[in-house]
């Protein structure tokens, strides 16, 4: 097992670091964690005199820091790839519940924490994500990817969520690849990512043998779709089949957009359809833009993406609603409540409430309107 210690990890510069502390850092507090479980994890979804606990399947490659407990124990260094299921509970904070849906902003309603982490032995993982996927009304896993700046924890806490929010009709299983999960790393976090492709390949590759690719969704958050781009790329000169999977879904992707123009005729084969939400409020995207001096794939306003093959959706009108606008599909209700449809029903934009159809150099595009309507 390979560790890097944080220290040996390059940094950038006093000044970037501060402003993405700004931009990202501070938002989320997080509660302490349970100890890693000895017991079998509880059902998918649970609720419990009000408190409600989602467990999700894991794959991860960090490596494990012996002397943590919990969550803890995932840390931001390069190790072998552990498999597994962790779980959070969500408990309503009463008074804030009540406020919440007049605020036309992100308040959290309930409170987070980790309730279970278990290792799996790989077989045993396998053929419970298996029988999982198949107890669903879609028969489907969602392979979700994390993006820049994500800890082990606050992974497993929002992937949980997502898992919430699906129920019984997919089953989602998280990818958590070694993110420093400090704003100030986001150079090492790109080399983490490129790392972490043969490991994303491999999974991707079981995931097709297990449930067939039809019944593989995969969503790719921010950096994240980095990893995912190379992998499905990587997949594909391995694997003849096409498509490989079902849906492939850009969340905010930071990677360049005219590169992803470039290299699209051959990733759209290798997907049944590739859907792309972007904005024009994303703060770290704009961020990351003035690093790069290119646009990045999930912007939106001028930088749009909108290419023949790919429903392009723009969430721009709906809002930031949540500080950094990074993370809209999590916290704004019109984009989460879309994407829901899209991954439970497999249904296509044209097939979605709340989505306007408009054109931009005579191709269709669709927006989230700010009210849900068409």
């Known amino acids: ?77 390069r190790g072998e790839t552990l498999f597994g299921r962790c779980g959070a509970e969500f408990t309503p904070i009463p008074v804030v519940s009540e406020l919440a849906s007049r605020i036309p902003f992100y308040v959290p309603r ?20 298996a029988e999982s996927a198949a107890t669903t009304s879609s028969g489907s896993v969602v392979l979700y990817v994390h993006g820049y700046n994500y800890g082990f924890e606050r992974t497993c806490l929002m992937a949980a969520e997502l898992q919430r929010r699906l129920g019984k009709k997919a089953t989602l299983l998280m990818f958590s690849w070694p993110s420093n999960a400090n704003p100030a790393d986001y150079v090492a976090d790109q080399a983490d990512v490129e790392w972490s492709v043969p ?40 694997r003849k089949e096409r498509p490989l999977i079902g849906d492939l879904v850009f969340l905010a ?28 409020g994303d703060a770290p995207l704009a961020l990351s833009q003035q690093l790069s001096g290119y646009p990045r794939l999930g912007q939106a306003g001028p930088y749009l993406t909108v290419i023949p093959g790919m429903e ?21 209700p019109l984009v989460a409540a ?31 309107s700010a009210d849900g309507s068409r």
Do not use: C
């Open 1 to 77: 097992m390979i560790t890097i210690d944080a220290t040996e990890i390059r940094t950038l510069p006093r000044l970037l670091a501060a402003a993405l502390v700004l931009v990202l850092g501070g938002w989320l507090t997080l509660a302490p964690t349970a100890a890693i479980a000895a017991e079998p994890a509880p059902e998918t979804v649970v609720r419990n005199e009000g408190n409600v606990m989602a467990g999700v399947f894991f794959a991860t490659n960090r490596a494990i820091l012996p002397d943590k407990e919990g969550a803890d124990r995932m840390g931001p260094g």
């Open 253 to 280: 992707p930071d990677f360049d957009s005219q590169v992803f123009v470039n290299l699209f005729s051959e990733l759209q084969p290798l997907a049944g359809r590739v859907t792309l939400y972007a904005s024009s």
């Open 110 to 129: 309930e409170s987070r924490d980790i309730a279970f982490l278990d290792l799996l032995d790989r077989d045993v993982f396998w053929q419970g994500l």
């Open 312 to 332: 392009t959706i723009d969430v721009s009108a709906a809002g930031r609603y949540q500080i950094t606008g990074h993370e809209y599909f999590y916290y704004h």
């Open 199 to 238: 490991f994303l390949t491999g999974i991707l590759s079981r995931l097709v043998d297990e449930v067939g690719g039809q019944n593989v969704n995969v969503l790719a958050h921010s950096l994240g779709s980095r990893g995912v781009i190379l992998a499905l790329y990587r997949l594909g000169v391995m």
């Open 338 to 368: 879309d994407l829901e449809t899209l991954l439970s029903e497999r249904a296509g934009a044209a097939r979605r409430p709340g989505l306007r159809p408009l054109e931009r150099d005579g191709q269709v595009y669709w927006q989230i």
